[in-house]
């Protein structure tokens, strides 16, 4: 069976899926429109977007020049596969996501006094609390 029609029947390949989890990522953590990476590498917004979803593979070429726009080693995008079986990791996903949002829900404060508040107050509140272990 060809990797095309396993794909469509059996929907993306875990490992594409946390590429593009690792590009969306980088690319909200440095404050990056689709639209703007996508013009740095020269895809469209659209193509970035299947990209971070899954939806379509990164091919090598365009790995290379999204690592480069985003001041990464190419390997960064693999990081947290499980070692041994080449699936993502569910480790830290659902956390990545929450960041994710709290982020984006930090920056619709205009009130840069009010926005570093709460930033400083998310730090003294993370360093309070207890380390967890294994």
């Known amino acids: 069976m060809s990797n095309a029609i396993e794909q469509s029947v059996h929907g993306p390949d875990p490992v594409d899926i946390h590429v593009g989890k ?3 990522y980088l690319r909200i953590s440095r404050r990056m429109s689709q639209e703007r990476l996508g013009a740095m590498v020269d895809l469209t917004f659209q193509q970035i ?3 971070e979803k899954g ?3 990164v091919s090598a070429s365009v790995l290379y020049r999204l690592a480069q726009a985003l001041g990464v080693p190419v390997s ?3 990081e947290g596969l499980a070692e041994t079986s080449g699936q993502a990791a569910d ?3 659902p956390l990545v996501e929450s960041l994710l949002a709290t982020a984006a829900e930090l920056q619709q404060f205009e009130d840069e006094e009010v926005r570093s508040a709460l930033m400083h107050l998310i730090r ?3 360093r309070s609390m207890p380390r967890r272990t294994g």
């Open 22 to 24: 690792q590009l969306r």
């Open 124 to 126: 003294v509140l993370a």
């Open 91 to 93: 480790d830290g996903v």
């Open 55 to 57: 939806t379509n593979r």
């Open 49 to 51: 977007q299947k990209y």
């Open 76 to 78: 960064t995008f693999f």
